[in-house]
């Protein structure tokens, strides 16, 4: 079992940033692939960006690359989402999630844990 608990949220003006992180208690942190989901009210969680299990390669979906960055250090059992640039859109709760696969996977399906959240508020 895997416990995940995401902080860093909170309210941030149109164009600046925040850094979140996802801290993993247990074993094993460094065989599972990670990811971020997010989840506005009324909407669907929707996926983020994804890294594998030892950090070489990495997914965003379109609407966030180039301004989210996810990263992680296994030694910490800690993975982070740097978020720039942010917009009015970005505000959502943000989930962390843990994979049992070792490469970057998309849909939350192929995610076994999950964080409680973290909200993140973008202003106008």
């Known amino acids: 079992q895997v416990q995940l608990v995401e902080s860093g949220g909170g309210l941030v003006q149109a164009g600046g940033s925040l850094r979140l992180s996802c801290t993993a208690s247990?074993?094993?942190?460094?065989?599972?692939?990670m990811g971020w989901f997010r989840q506005s009210p009324g909407k669907e969680r929707e996926f983020v960006a994804s890294?594998?299990?030892?950090?070489?390669?990495?997914y965003y979906r379109n609407s966030v690359k180039g301004r989210f960055t996810i990263s992680r250090d296994n030694a910490k059992n800690v993975v982070y989402l740097q978020m720039n640039s942010l917009k009015p859109d970005d505000t959502a709760v943000y989930y962390c999630a843990a994979s049992r696969r070792i490469v970057v996977v998309i849909t939350e399906g192929a995610y076994a844990y999950w964080g409680q959240g973290t909200q993140v508020t973008v202003s106008s």
């Open positions: 890294i594998s299990y030892n950090g070489g390669s990495t």
């Open positions: 247990g074993h094993g942190f460094s065989t599972y692939a």
